[in-house]
């Protein structure tokens, strides 16, 4: 099966990632180690870019809006995602509970649905 | 009382008799899940009426004849939707008319000896235990053991359903079968007190196991591994003071500072070993204890016998082949400045197994530093900090890491 995990990270993790410096380059190096460990268990993986730069569009009482930001205006933003290929959810959640977002974070892991 | 003071009690009371409760009333009433039930209905009970009522003399019978009006009414409710079902009249009967008197018999051991039948699957014994025995949380322990609520939920169901269609009774086995059976008692024990949880100061379950163990030594005296297993708790969690600094960093054992350690608790641990070694009956847990007896002994000695800890490594890698034992060995050999030697052992491993598996990394990282391999070296550290679930060792691996 293939699970997605959908990582929330902390405002405070976001802004590590774009600083220069020790900060941002433990950060970085913490993701690099992550990857290495998982990779064979990995099919898919991305980063996003900031949710500043994030467009939202939706329908509002049968109009169209546009607007700027994230769709969801939470404490933790969507920073990127991963996609497993695990035989069981117990699998996905100990591939995740390694994931260098975890102690400010928070991860989501939802099963794909396979197309035939 | 107030009524926080009053659920204070009652947390207690619950701590001290929910085993002992669910085990008696499921070795008489033949059901775990109905057992458990009910001493969950007479627990929230207690919660609605203490407050008001004041807290009973006995909370213990309290609780007791709550929960098996509890069963009985299930089971006769039962009875009125399907007759002649005799066994649960028989249950009814036998739960309404055994006495209390004298106290009540001890059945925790009983009830941990259902949890670990070998019919039922090896990884939810521990689980099963954690909830029967100690009324833990389903969602306390599938935070310690990685599983999702409600897989937990379903597979503990499913755990005592296995039970109930076996018809498991509570009755210690026969000594020869005890004896196969002990084995997965104590394994399960064990399981609850791992390092892979040990940093969640909100989810330790490490006392929890440190009480299954000497519940399991006390009454199987006759049980060197008993006695081995609970040494071993014992002396582990005798460091527990001494394995972070007071803000939060995390101490390797053979920089910890052995004044924090907890004597009195390493004396009983001790005690406990030498009494285990005169049944004569060896076994890895004992060999474990006995590793940890060598690293107590620097609180004396001022220094570890590296040479006394392989040679123990060397014996448990024989009568139990684990990965632990192996990369104990491994580490061993890297304090002898051995390296070539300890590399060998790790090599060996199977690759699969040790792919995801923290210490191996760990160890590996520092044998190839030592080899003068930096490059691989750095790459294994980089590993052993990946599969890392707390902070403070992450922490610690990345400044050793350099």
Known sequence: MKVMMLIQESAEDFSARGSEGPAAQAYWQLWQDYSAAVNDKVVAGNILDHSDKAVTIRFEGGERQVQDGPYADSKEILGGYMIFEVETMDEALELASTCPC????????????EMS | ?????????VERVARESYGRLVAWLAAHCGDLALAEDAMGDALSAALSTWPEQGVPSDPQAWLLTAARRRVIDRVRRQQTRDHGMDRLRQQAEEIQTSSLGGGLADRRLELLFVCAHPEIDAQIRTPLMLQTVLGLSAQRIGNAFLLSPTTLGQRLVRAKRRIQELGLSMELP??????????????????????HWDHQQQGTLDREALWLASLLATHLPQSAEAKGLYALILFCSARQEARRTSAGDFVPLHQQDTALWNHEQIATAEATVRQAAALRQPGPFQLEAAIQSVHAHRHVSGQTNHRAILTLYRGLARMAPSLGAHIGMAASFQQLGRASEDLEVLDQLPKERVV???????????????????????????????????????????????
């Open chain 2, 174 to 195: 026969a000594p020869k079968e005890l004896q196969e059976r002990l084995t997965f008692v104590l394994e399960a024990v064990y399981a609850a007190f791992g390092t």
């Open chain 1, 102 to 113: 975890l102690p400010k974070g928070a991860l989501e892991l939802r099963p794909l649905v």
């Open chain 2, 1 to 9: 009382m107030t009524a926080e003071g009053t659920s204070l009690v």
């Open chain 2, 356 to 402: 995801r598996h923290q210490p191996y990394w760990a160890v590996r990282a520092h044998l190839l530093r030592d080899a003068g391999q930096e490059e691989l070296a750095q790459a294994a550290f980089g590993q052993a900090i990946a599969l890392c679930s707390d902070p403070a060792v992450q922490r610690w691996l990345t400044t050793v890491r350099g």
